[in-house]
């Protein structure tokens, strides 16, 4: 009897594992060993996506930046008032959906590793420049008031709170800073 063809390993089941690894047992878990184990596979084929353990690291952190930034452009882009746009960002900070795990990891991560740290500050300095160029559209210009919404929201990330508690809190603290003008 023949044993069942395995599936072919992608570069993008491996980064997905690692995501999943991360969310779970943290960055000193995103090693070529565990992660074979967890794939249920040999170390043969995590060498074969990447040159080494940092490798991983580099792309599994590009690929966590162009998801935050994806989400941003697509907050910011949204049809409406610029008042409209900056709540729908905001919601979209307090509330990241499927990689809120990955973006608490991350930022764990961040704690002890420069480059996630590096990665962490990029995102973050975007995100708050969305922020304050959709304020300043709405004719609010202090700066603060940008990191304030901003820092609400990933506090909010890490409330047990439910996705539609969470984004009604930072919706009424939008409202909230948009009635200072």
Do not use: C
């Not at 940008?146 to 439910?162: F, K, P, S």
């Amino acid at each position: 009897m023949t044993k069942p063809a395995r599936k072919r390993l992608r570069r993008e089941d491996w980064l997905a594992a690692a995501e999943a690894v991360l969310a779970e047992h943290g960055a000193e878990a995103l090693k070529a060993e565990p992660l074979a184990r967890h794939m249920q596979t040999t170390k043969g084929s995590f060498y074969w996506h990447f040159r080494d353990v940092p490798d991983l690291h580099a792309q599994l952190l590009t690929r966590w930046e162009a998801a935050a930034t994806a989400a941003t452009e697509a907050a910011i882009a949204e049809p409406g008032s610029a008042a409209a746009r900056l709540r729908a960002l905001a919601q979209a900070l307090a509330d990241p959906g499927p990689g809120r795990v990955t973006e608490a990891a991350i930022r764990a991560w961040a704690a002890t590793d420069a480059a996630a740290r590096d990665a962490v500050g990029r995102i973050d300095t975007a995100r708050r420049a969305a922020l304050q160029a959709l304020l300043q559209e709405t004719g609010i210009s202090n700066p603060e008031m940008a990191q304030i919404i901003h820092a609400a929201a990933l506090g909010m990330t890490l409330l047990d709170d439910t996705a539609a508690a969470r984004r009604a809190a930072i919706g009424s603290l939008v409202d909230l800073v948009l009635a200072l003008r």
